[in-house]
């Protein structure tokens, strides 16, 4: 039966106002993607990517949350040059995490919640910035408001995010993973002697991993730790209901466990 041109039409709005399927998403990104190829490298490579990470956000917020975990070990290994600075993977995809989700708020799919912590978070931010008074180093100043303010972010996206299992499982999963692959290379370095002299302690190499430093590698290890240990005793419901998520956690524990021994950290021992 043939519709009415103001049917299609109407059909045509409804289908704009409502959150798009994953397909049209992903069209967009093949689209975008065949655009941005013939640009020169890098800035067409890193529009490429910043674009599907973006929709990744949008698709699956967990998923853009667990990149940003799974980032922070890998930043290390280099940055990709723009103009006169660099821009790591934690950057990237940390961009790309605020950018969709606004579009998930502009769309009715996602709703930030203010909880208490993120109202302690912001307290933190509004203190470094009244701090301006005495500000000796502006640029210092600034670059440390934008981590903290970039953390509090991220943490109120993540808190959004992870409302959902699946989200939670990606997130623990992703935490696990960073912490076992930098683990694996603070490995390689103690036993082939990888490194600086400067670095041997007692006659054995501190693991300092992709942190370029073992103090730094320590305090990593120190954030994930914990909450891996605590997901491979405590019946979490997430974990309780993935039996191999407990598994995971317990291996990272335990293999970072190790890594955190071989910096040599009094720090991160403490």
């Known amino acids: 039966r043939s519709e009415s041109t103001s049917t299609v039409i109407g059909r045509l ?19 975008v993607t065949g655009l941005l190829v013939g640009l020169a490298w890098p800035l067409g490579a890193l529009l490429v990517l910043t674009s599907s990470l973006v929709i990744i956000g949008i698709l699956w917020p967990g998923a853009i949350v667990a990149l940003v975990v799974l980032s922070i070990p890998i ?19 940390v961009g790309a995490l605020i950018v969709s989700y606004l579009v998930n708020i502009a769309t009715g799919r996602a709703r930030p919640r203010l909880v208490p912590v993120a109202w302690a ?10 701090s ?21 972010v991220v943490f109120v996206v993540a808190d959004d995010a992870l409302q959902r299992p699946r989200a939670r499982v990606l997130v623990i999963f992703a935490t696990g993973l960073g912490v076992i692959l930098a683990s694996v290379v603070g490995f390689v370095q103690v036993i082939h002697n990888a490194g600086p002299p400067s ?11 992709t942190f370029g430093a073992p103090n730094a590698f320590a305090a990593y ?22 039996r191999w998520l407990r598994w995971w956690c317990a291996s990272a524990a335990l293999i970072g466990g190790i890594a955190l021994l071989l910096t040599q950290s009094r720090g991160g021992f403490l």
Do not use: F, M
Request: hydrophobic fraction near 50%; avoid cysteine; proline fraction near 4%.
């Open 13 to 31: 709005k409804h289908s704009l106002a409502t959150p798009s399927p994953a397909w049209l998403y992903l069209l967009l990104t093949a689209v």
């Open 75 to 93: 930043q290390g290994l280099g940055s990709i040059g723009v103009g006169t600075g660099g821009v790591t993977a934690t950057r990237l995809i």
């Open 121 to 130: 978070h912001g307290l933190v931010v509004g203190v470094l910035v009244a």
């Open 132 to 152: 301006i008074v005495n500000v000796i180093e502006p640029g210092l100043w600034a670059s440390e408001i934008y981590r903290w303010g970039i953390a509090g």
């Open 199 to 209: 670095y041997v302690a007692g006659g054995v190499l501190r693991a300092y991993s």
């Open 221 to 242: 290890l120190e954030l994930g730790l914990p909450l891996l240990a605590a997901l491979s005793v405590v019946r979490w419901d997430t974990v309780a209901r993935y």
